[in-house]
């Protein structure tokens, strides 16, 4: 029982701190606060205008009443018209007409009788002598009507009956008012009306924000069964109003978040197979010429292996630290104003021997001086990468250009420099890729040409690196090739524009 209490109360907080709820709280308020002012003034008006008009039927009742009395054949005529229906007599059924004398004793009276005419008159009098004018009062009296006894609201006219300059008495004329009644019943309307209004637009405001939010309930379902490992949920919600485009945004953010855990764990995967290659060639060769006795011939070529599969394995740990370090923004650039082309020449004189030894010819194009910001290292290192692989995926007797230039795009000015190879180009399905992580062209080929020649290794990070390089100095990288003709890769750098 007591679960079920807490439960209930749980539920109960839930809902009072829930926006829809607190939304509609504040609709029904404002509502309610509006239908107040609009149900003021229409009692207000129509209580002025149900007085204005009361007041006015009075005073053309007293009117008739006085002109009765100066008619000189009123005794033919009937005063009360009590009981007869339709009658233009001055008095109706319910009406009441006194005659006192100057002490407010009663003379005469006509049609309905007052309990306690004497403290009415008293009452009228008094009200009456502070003011002259004709005036109506309003007074709730207990009298006798036909034998029946009653209390109601009556409108008071009373004036003094005047004998030259002698007052001689008063004459109360009083007749009965709906006014207050009236009132109540509009006002009893009034708030019937506001209270069922705002009960139907409580209801119906939860019904609205309950709608509203339904897409903040699917957001809120499927961030819940996000985990790590199974990103690839949508909300998908259609439409197009501000939740639809947040929950658009989500499933964007969800989608990059996806290919980024999905390029980290390839990347993982890819990195721990590039060094269980040359590992198992390492245990391979050892377990080989360690199980029998060979030639020294045979322990020379087996170092040799161990040697140069040692050498890739650093070079993929060296690869691997620099894109580690450049992802993590901990790769410290030294930026400082340098030459691109005297860069691109520092390269070439790098490249230059494995150019000799793989009877590939280096040919240096234009080379004026254009200065961007950079750092020095990490430029000739990508430049260096670009024109290793040109040598490397050439071949012998093919020729590798460099060349720098400048051009202006719109207010900028950009430096560019140019790697063009007459090698056997990159198929284009292979394009939008190849500056993926370990992402190779032709696998078998870029690992034969290395062990073949002990020319340098081809792991799929050298494009990796220079693109990362080059978007770390602000820059763009752009590739065309053609197979059977060659290649050309074309780096352009933001120019220092005040050192041209
Ligand atoms: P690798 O270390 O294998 O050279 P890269 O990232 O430098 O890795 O290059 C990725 C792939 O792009 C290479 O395996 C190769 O197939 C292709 N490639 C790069 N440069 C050239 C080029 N100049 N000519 C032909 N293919 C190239």
């Not at 204005?52 to 008739?64: H, L, N, P, S, Y």
Request: aromatic share 6%; charged share 20%; glycine share 6%.
């Amino acid at each position: 029982m007591k679960r079920v209490f807490q439960n209930l109360f749980n539920s109960l907080a839930l809902f009072y701190h829930s926006i829809r709820f607190r939304l509609t709280l504040w609709f029904v308020l404002i509502l309610a606060f509006v239908l107040a002012a609009f149900s003021a003034f229409i009692y207000f008006a129509q209580a002025r205008d149900l007085q204005i008009d009361e007041v006015g039927q009075m005073q053309e009742k007293f009117a008739r009443v006085t002109a009765f009395f100066r008619n000189p054949d009123w005794q033919n005529l009937t005063l009360s018209a009590t009981n007869v229906p339709g009658s233009n007599a001055p008095l109706q059924s319910g009406d009441l007409m006194i005659l006192t004398d100057m002490n407010g004793q009663t003379i005469q009276s006509w049609g309905v009788s007052p309990s306690n005419p004497n403290t009415l008159i008293s009452e009228l009098v008094s009200a009456a002598s502070q003011r002259h004018d004709l005036n109506v009062y309003e007074q709730s009296i207990s009298y006798t009507n036909n034998g029946q006894q009653s209390r109601g609201d009556y409108l008071f006219i009373i004036t003094p009956v005047l004998g030259g300059d002698h007052l001689l008495g008063f004459l109360i004329v009083g007749s009965p008012s709906s006014l207050n009644n009236q009132l109540r019943r509009l006002m009893l309307s009034l708030l019937l009306g506001s209270l069922g209004m705002l009960a139907v637009a409580f209801l119906g405001g939860l019904w609205l924000a309950d709608r509203a939010m339904r897409p903040v309930k699917a957001i809120t379902r499927t961030a819940h069964t996000i985990s790590e490992s199974d990103l690839s949920r949508r909300i998908n919600l259609r439409g197009r109003d501000e939740l639809a485009q947040l929950a658009g945004t989500f499933d964007e953010m969800l989608a990059r978040l996806q290919s980024a855990f999905d390029r980290q764990r390839r990347f993982v995967a890819d990195a721990s197979h590039e060094l269980r290659t040359p590992l198992t060639i390492i245990n391979l060769e050892v377990g080989r010429v360690l199980s029998n006795r060979h030639s020294a011939d045979e322990y020379k070529k087996a170092l040799q292996t161990v040697d140069a599969e040692g050498a890739r394995m650093s070079r993929l740990v060296n690869d691997l630290m620099t894109l580690a370090r450049m992802d993590s923004g901990q790769a410290i650039l030294q930026m400082e104003d340098i030459d691109l082309s005297d860069a691109a020449v520092e390269a070439v004189e790098r490249m230059s021997p494995l150019a000799e030894h793989q009877n590939v010819k280096l040919e240096v194009g234009e080379m004026p001086e254009l200065h961007v910001r950079g750092d020095r290292q990490s430029l000739i290192q990508m430049i260096s990468n670009l024109i290793e692989n040109g040598i490397k995926y050439s071949g012998a007797g093919q020729t590798v250009k460099i060349e720098t230039d400048s051009h202006r795009n719109g207010k900028h000015d950009f430096a560019v420099l140019r790697v063009t190879d007459t090698g056997p180009g990159i198929p284009s399905d292979h394009l939008p890729r190849l500056f993926d992580r370990f992402y190779r062209v032709d696998q078998a080929r870029a690992r034969d040409t290395d062990e073949d020649s002990n020319s340098p290794t081809g792991s799929g990070l050298g494009l990796s690196i220079v693109a990362s390089i080059v978007q770390m100095h602000g820059g763009e990288i752009h590739v065309e090739s053609k197979v059977n003709k060659g290649t050309t890769f074309e780096v352009t750098l933001p120019l220092q524009s005040e050192m041209l």
